[in-house]
C-alpha cells in the first residue's frame, strides 16, 4: 500500500502589498455604519481599479484592510501611489476625525501560494512596513526601493533600519514623502530635522543675464540637475516641482532644510556676458549653513542644449564625489556607525588612491558594513570594487583570484538590484581582464545606457579597445570620459590605458605625453610611472627610463613583467604585439622579470 505523498507546495517570488485602515476600530466605534459604507465604497472607487489596472489582485480582505498580490514591486508602488492619491480626493472634505486614510506596507518575498492566501516572511513584513506607515503614506522595503527607484511618480526618504515585531532583523524601510513631509515619521507631523544621507535639493539657478529667452537653458539646468543627481546610488533628491516653487524667492537655507528635510543644498547663478557664459554653484549644509564646496565654469556661447549636457554632465560627477566625502567625514564623528554610514567611509578611502593601504581600509569598511546590513548591494558591489582594483592596476600577484572574486559578488549584486550601473561597469572591467573584452565592453555600454553621466564607463570603452587590439580607438573614448568629468578623481586612471594605446600602435612619443598627464593628475599611482618607463626605454631615452621606473618601484616594490604577464587579457595579434613592444620597453628600462 502506497504511503500517502505530501502534496506540493505552490511558492513564488512576488511583491506583496499590505494595507489597513488607520484608527479604524476608532472609527467603528463612533460611527459603525457610515464608515462601513464609505469604506466599501473607496475600495470600489479608488483601490480596487488602481490594483487592477497596474496587474494586481487582491488575495483576501481583512475587514479593515486588504492583502494584495503583484507580479511586480512597480506596479504594487505604483497602485498603492494611485490609490493613495484618489482617496485623498474622495475624503479631502471629511472632518478630521472621521476621515479614512489607509497605511500601506510593500515587500517582495518568496510566497507560499493558496487559493485564497498568501504566506511566507516576505508577506508579514509587508504587514508590519504597513504598521510604521503614517496615515494615507506608503512604506517600502529596501528590495523594493531598489526596482522602484526613478520609475515611480513619488518620492521616497531613507528611514534607517526599523525593528519590526516579529521580524528576526532589523529592516531598512523608505517611506513616500508627500509635500516635504515624511510619511512614515510615526508623529503625524512634519518630522523633526533629521534628514536621510545623501539629501539634497537642487534649487533654481538664478538667471543674473535677465534675457527671458536664456530663462528656458537656466531652468533646464535646474531640471537636468534634479534628474541626474537622483541616478547616484543611494540619494535622495527632492522633486523638482517642489524645489521650483521657490523660485525667485529669498530663502533661509537652514530653514528650507527643515522644510524639506535634506541635509544639502546646491544653488547657482547664470550669467552671460558677450559669448562666454559664466556658471556659480556652491554645496551647502543645511543644517549648519556652512558651504561645502563652490565651484565656477566659464565657456564660450555654443549650441545651448550642448552645453546645458556638458554642464550638468560635470556638476553632476564633482557632485558625487563631495556628497561621499562630505557623509564619510559626518560617519566619523558618530559613536555607533550603521551599515551607510560605514559604507560612506569606505567609499572614501577608495577615492583616496590606488594603493594597497587605501583600498585595505576600504575593504575593512565594506566588511562592517555589510556585517551589519548583508543585503546591502551598494556595500557589496564596492567590497567586488576592492578586488577589481588590486586586480587591474596589478598590485597583487593573486590577480585571477581577485577577479574570480569579485565576479561572484557583482553576479550575485545584479541579481538583486539589475539596474545598478556600478556593478554592470565593474563586471565589464572583469570581464576585460579575464579575456572577453567584447563582453566586458557590452557591460560598460550597458552602465552607461543606465547612467549617461559614467565618465568612468566611457574611459573603460576606452581601456577594452585597447585590449581588443584597437588601441588607435581608445584616446576618443577617454576623450569623451574626460569631457563629462575633466576633474573627476579616477582622471589618473583613465589617462594611462591611453598611453599604453599608443605604445600598442607605436606612437611613442605621444605615449610620454599622456603617461606625464597621468603623473601630474596623481604621482601615486605606480602603473602610470611603469608604462613611462617603457615608453622612454622605446625612444632610447634610458636614463630617464631607468628613473622612471626607479619611482614606480618606489611606490610598489612587489612589481614585476611576470606579474603583467599574468592576465590572460587578449587574442588579437595586434594586442600581441604590442605588449610584447611594451614588456619589452619595461625591460630595456630595468623593471624586474620576476
Known sequence: MEQDRPSRVDRRLSAILAADVAGYSRLMHTDEEPTHAKLAALLADAVNPAIAEHGGRIVKNTGDGFLAEFLSAVQAVRAAVQFQARIRELTIGDVDGRRIAFRVGVNIGDVIVEPHDIFGDGVNQA????????????????????????????????????????????????????????????????????????????????????????????????????????QIEGAFVIGRHTAFTYKGKPVDLKQLGCELNVRYVLEGTVQRSGDRLRINVQLVDAGTGGHLWADRFDKPVGDLFDMQDEIVARLANTLNAKLIEAEARRAENTLHPDAMDLFFQGRHSFNKGVTSKSLTQ???????????????????????????????????????????????????????????????????????????????????????????????????????????????????????????????????????????????????????????????????????????AAALALLGKLHEAHAAAKAGQTLDPTFTIRRLKGLSVGNSATFFDGSRRILNGMRLAGVPER
Not at 517 to 522: F, T
Open 127 to 230: 504587514a508590519r512596513l504597513e504598521s510604521i506607515a503614517e496615515p494615507g503614506g506608503i512604506c517600502i522595503s529596501a528590495s523594493v526601493y531598489e526596482h522602484v527607484r526613478g520609475k515611480v511618480d513619488a518620492e521616497f526618504v531613507n528611514m534607517g533600519e526599523q525593528s519590526l515585531k516579529n521580524i528576526a532583523h532589523p529592516v531598512r524601510a523608505y517611506a513616500m514623502v508627500r509635500d516635504g513631509i515624511n510619511l512614515g515619521s510615526q508623529t503625524g507631523r512634519r518630522a523633526p530635522f533629521s534628514p536621510p544621507r545623501l539629501s539634497i535639493v537642487v534649487l533654481p539657478f538664478a538667471d543674473l543675464s535677465s534675457d527671458p529667452e536664456q530663462a528656458y537653458f537656466v531652468d533646464g539646468i535646474t531640471e537636468s540637475l534634479t534628474t541626474d543627481l537622483s
Open 362 to 532: 576600504a575593504r575593512l569598511f565594506f566588511e562592517r558594513a555589510l556585517a551589519i546590513d548583508p543585503e546591502n548591494v551598494d556595500a557589496t558591489v564596492w567590497m567586488a570594487a576592492v578586488d577589481v582594483t588590486f586586480s587591474s592596476t596589478f598590485l597583487t600577484d593573486d590577480l585571477s583570484l581577485h577577479l574570480a572574486a569579485a565576479e561572484k559578488i557583482l553576479l550575485k549584486a545584479l541579481s538583486r538590484a539589475p539596474n545598478h550601473s556600478w556593478a554592470h561597469l565593474l563586471l565589464g572591467v572583469v570581464l576585460m581582464h579575464t579575456n572577453r573584452a567584447d563582453q566586458g565592453l557590452a557591460e560598460c555600454e550597458r552602465a552607461l545606457a543606465l547612467d549617461r553621466n559614467l565618465a568612468d564607463a566611457h574611459a573603460m570603452i576606452g581601456l577594452a579597445k585597447f585590449l581588443m587590439g584597437c588601441g588607435a580607438e581608445t584616446e576618443a573614448h577617454v576623450d569623451q570620459a574626460l569631457r563629462l568629468s575633466p576633474r573627476d578623481i579616477c582622471v589618473y586612471r583613465w589617462l594611462s590605458p591611453v598611453g599604453f594605446s599608443k605604445l600598442q600602435i607605436g606612437a611613442d612619443a605621444e605615449a610620454v605625453s599622456w603617461f606625464l598627464r597621468g603623473i601630474e593628475a596623481n604621482r601615486n599611482y605606480p602603473l602610470v610611472h611603469f608604462g613611462l
